[in-house]
């Protein structure tokens, strides 16, 4: 032996997003249900590695995923291979897509994550400026934080790769007047079973439906109906905002 520590993955934001992330199903019958209703081409905002755009795609939907990092960007090319998606290097507080869109989805508090009202309005306006007419956004927002309950501690998302183990566990959330802190815990283990300990801070804005809906008409865009997603033993359930274009 050499005594040479291996390094880990290159490709560590694909992984940590696809522990993360990845495994998470909940909404799917939500997009499913808007992609049949609304048609192609279809948009994902923060697409990741392809979590939805790829399921989108394999259902025989056209989708364009797009994502500001371009290793997500890269391992969603790699897995898009052959499927009607198209992986798009951009951020989603101003774009330009290939061609204009049916229906543009922004899952998993994309939304929130942005830097408040002024880059909400701005991805706002960039979508509608590339809609077709009649065309709908779909946007999936936390309008507040469940008390804990007691019962079973949240075990963590685990993923190994290439001999590495990667596991992700939620600690808390904490909830401030415009804020939501969301910290997790991060571990990595390597091969020869050294561990590395990461905290890891989520923040998103907090958001109503309602104020949602009031800022999208600044851009011309209103209230069409809300949605819902149920919460899972791991994830707290989400409204889906439905806007479309003013008559």
């Known amino acids: 032996?050499?005594?040479?520590?291996?390094?880990?993955?290159?490709?560590?934001?694909?992984?940590?997003?696809?522990?993360?992330?990845?495994?998470?199903?909940?909404?799917?019958?939500?997009?499913?249900?808007?992609?049949?209703?609304?048609?192609?081409p279809i948009l994902e905002l923060g697409a990741g590695?392809?979590?939805?755009?790829?399921?989108?795609?394999?259902?025989?939907?056209?989708?364009?995923g797009?994502?500001?990092?371009?290793?997500?960007?890269?391992?969603?090319?790699?897995?898009?291979?052959?499927?009607?998606?198209?992986?798009?290097?951009?951020?989603?507080?101003?774009?330009?897509?290939?061609?204009?869109v049916a229906l543009a989805l922004a899952p998993m508090q994309l939304l929130q994550m942005l830097g408040g009202r002024a880059e909400r309005l701005a991805c706002l306006d960039s979508i509608a400026a590339q809609l077709l007419p009649g065309g709908r956004v779909a946007a999936a927002i936390v309008e507040g934080m469940p008390e804990p309950e007691e019962g079973e501690p949240l075990l963590p998302d685990v993923r190994e790769v290439d001999g590495w183990v990667y596991s992700s566990l939620p600690l808390e959330a904490v909830v401030g007047p415009e804020r939501i802190v969301v910290r997790r815990l991060r571990q990595r283990v390597s091969p020869d079973g050294e561990l590395t300990d990461l905290l890891d801070e989520v923040t998103i804005c907090t958001l109503s439906a309602a104020a949602l809906e009031a800022e999208a008409v600044e851009v011309g865009l209103v209230a069409i109906e809300r949605l819902y997603i149920d919460p899972t033993a791991d994830h707290v359930g989400s409204t889906v905002v439905v806007l479309g274009e003013e008559e």
């Open 1 to 40: 032996m050499s005594g040479e520590r291996s390094s880990p993955p290159a490709v560590e934001a694909a992984i940590w997003h696809d522990v993360e992330c990845g495994a998470y199903a909940a909404d799917l019958r939500v997009w499913d249900a808007l992609a049949d209703r609304c048609g192609d």
């Open 49 to 64: 590695t392809g979590r939805l755009a790829i399921h989108l795609a394999r259902r025989g939907h056209q989708v364009i």
């Open 66 to 100: 797009l994502d500001r990092d371009e290793e997500l960007i890269a391992a969603q090319r790699e897995r898009a291979a052959g499927l009607p998606a198209t992986p798009l290097l951009a951020d989603a507080r101003g774009f330009e897509l290939p061609e204009p």
